[in-house]
T-cell receptor, first 111, second 111 residues
Framework: QQQVKQSPQSLIVQKGGISIINCAYENTAFDYFPWYQQFPGKGPALLIA?????SEKKEGRFTISFNKSAKQFSLHIMDSQPGDSATYFCAAYLLGNMLTFGGGTRLMVKP | KAGVTQTPRYLIKTRGQQVTLSCSPISGHRSVSWYQQTPGQGLQFLFE???????NKGNFPGRFSGRQFSNSRSEMNVSTLELGDSALYLC??????????FGPGTRLLVL
């Protein structure tokens, strides 16, 4: 019930392409869905987040799409750049509990 | 504001020893959470402290413990270290649980 499944585990995209990372959850009580970006040697940093009453949220080149009925959400990185190469984690939050993280996606953007 | 700081950044211990890691949260944040990050298991929640009280606990053995001081600084302790405890230990601070700000982590190697 608390699991968040993330795919793919790794992703290679050409510079300028679109990177898409998907997550699925089971517990419909989750009410906050953040994405974190982690560079080697650093802690994860909050990238963008969405609540289930919104179907899409965009911040610059990063967009979250949320499908409540399918219990899925995804991160789209438009015009992907080599500097976006990092590990991305989706997460889900349940009030009173802690964040449950997906397994992570290692993104490599080739120049 | 200064970010979350963790000390030490790197640590090498041998099996059977114990270790104490320290975390200073962002000023004003009263919630401090600890996570273990490994390549195989991803990001796993250890425990959360709020106002010096453990508020949430993950599924880790009793060898893993923590505490929080009145200034919100937190420490975690691992006793009787095992090889499998080698990991990146991340501390995160928060005002509202759902938005976590991570430190750079302490990389622990158990030999």
């Amino acid at each position: 019930q608390q699991q968040v499944k993330q795919s793919p585990q790794s992703l290679i995209v050409q510079k300028g392409g679109i990177s898409i990372i998907n997550c699925a959850y089971e517990n419909t009580a989750f009410d906050y869905f953040p994405w974190y970006q982690q560079f080697p040697g650093k802690g994860p940093a909050l990238l963008i987040a969405i609540r289930p009453d919104v179907s899409e949220k965009k911040e610059g080149r990063f967009t979250i799409s949320f499908n409540k009925s399918a219990k899925q959400f995804s991160l789209h990185i438009m015009d992907s750049q080599p500097g976006d190469s990092a590990t991305y984690f989706c997460a889900a939050y349940l009030l009173g509990n802690m964040l449950t993280f997906g397994g992570g996606t290692r993104l490599m953007v080739k120049p | 504001k200064a970010g979350v700081t963790q000390t030490p950044r790197y640590l090498i211990k041998t099996r059977g020893q114990q270790v104490t890691l320290s975390c200073s949260p962002i000023s004003g944040h009263r919630s401090v959470s600890w996570y273990q990050q490994t390549p195989g298991q991803g990001l796993q929640f250890l425990f959360e402290y709020f106002s010096e009280t453990q508020r949430n606990k993950g599924n880790f053995p009793g060898r893993f413990s923590g505490r929080q001081f009145s200034n919100s600084r937190s420490e975690m302790n691992v006793s009787t270290l095992e090889l499998g405890d080698s990991a990146l230990y991340l501390c995160a601070s928060s005002m509202d649980q759902e938005t976590q700000y991570f430190g750079p982590g302490t990389r622990l190697l158990v030999l």
